[in-house]
């Protein structure tokens, strides 16, 4: 397995190769801290699974302007942010090491609501949403198959696992969606920024903090439902 960063159009990304090639593709998108060591930890997992791993810079180094628009294209469902990153999936699938377009995204926070948002697009045969915004019922009902978990003791977005997985019971999308009730925001994510935000919003709101149990048990269920779907 190899990582390296690079710049391709402008656009600095990471991207990690298995050992052996062609391979599908999973496109990992970022929290708000951007494309980090953390995230970068995470491609080379994906890589190491046996996918080829890209992870873009959606937010142009992480500027606080760059954020409120993400986080405003998440609520409309919509924009250029969202156009980009499918933009990358689709420069992923015509990759002539990934097998046949066989991709899918996987996303954190903020990019596990854009995870959601492409997942309806027609694209990717199957998304991992980490406590992403719930899309709305009509975009729920249009997604690709979704493997999604959330923390109970996230009282900003962990409702939102259940609201997804109330909009998927009454259709054929395949779903695996997990709430852990006794983690909180991001518990996938070992970060250095989460000292920040665990300052600012974690313990009454978010009880944003990396938990291993859990993170460990999302692994398994995003590995064994891609190894299916993909």
């Known amino acids: 397995m190899?990582?390296?960063?690079?710049?391709?159009?402008?656009?600095?990304?990471?991207?990690?190769?298995?050992?052996?090639?062609?391979?599908?593709?999973?496109?990992?998108?970022?929290?708000?801290?951007?494309?980090?060591?953390?995230?970068?930890?995470?491609?080379?997992?994906?890589?190491?699974?046996?996918?080829?791993?890209v992870a873009p810079d959606l937010l142009d180094g992480g500027r606080i302007s760059c954020v409120a628009r993400a986080m405003a294209q998440i609520q409309r469902g919509e924009g250029s942010i969202v156009d980009t990153a499918e933009e990358h999936l689709r420069s992923l699938a015509d990759r002539e090491d990934v097998i046949d377009r066989r991709v899918a995204v996987v996303g954190f926070c903020m990019g596990g609501s854009f995870a959601l948002l492409l997942g309806a697009r027609g694209t990717a045969q199957a998304i991992s949403t980490n406590y992403g915004i719930f899309p709305g019922d009509d975009i729920a009902k249009r997604l690709c198959p979704v493997v999604a978990s959330?923390?109970?003791?996230?009282?900003?977005?962990?409702?939102?696992?259940?609201?997804?997985?109330?909009?998927?019971?009454?259709?054929?999308?395949?779903?695996?969606?997990?709430?852990?009730p006794n983690v909180g925001h991001s518990f996938m994510n070992d970060a250095e920024g989460h000292r920040v935000s665990k300052a600012l919003i974690g313990r009454p709101l978010m009880a944003v903090a990396f938990d291993e149990d859990a993170s460990e048990d999302s692994w398994e269920r995003i590995e064994a439902f891609f190894a299916e779907h993909l």
């Open 150 to 180: 959330y923390g109970g003791k996230d009282h900003l977005i962990g409702r939102d696992g259940t609201r997804l997985s109330r909009a998927l019971d009454d259709t054929d999308v395949p779903h695996d969606i997990v709430t852990y």
């Open 2 to 53: 190899s990582g390296r960063d690079l710049t391709v159009g402008g656009v600095a990304m990471y991207e990690a190769l298995p050992p052996g090639l062609p391979a599908p593709g999973v496109l990992i998108l970022h929290e708000l801290f951007g494309l980090n060591d953390d995230i970068r930890r995470i491609t080379d997992r994906f890589a190491a699974l046996g996918y080829v791993a």
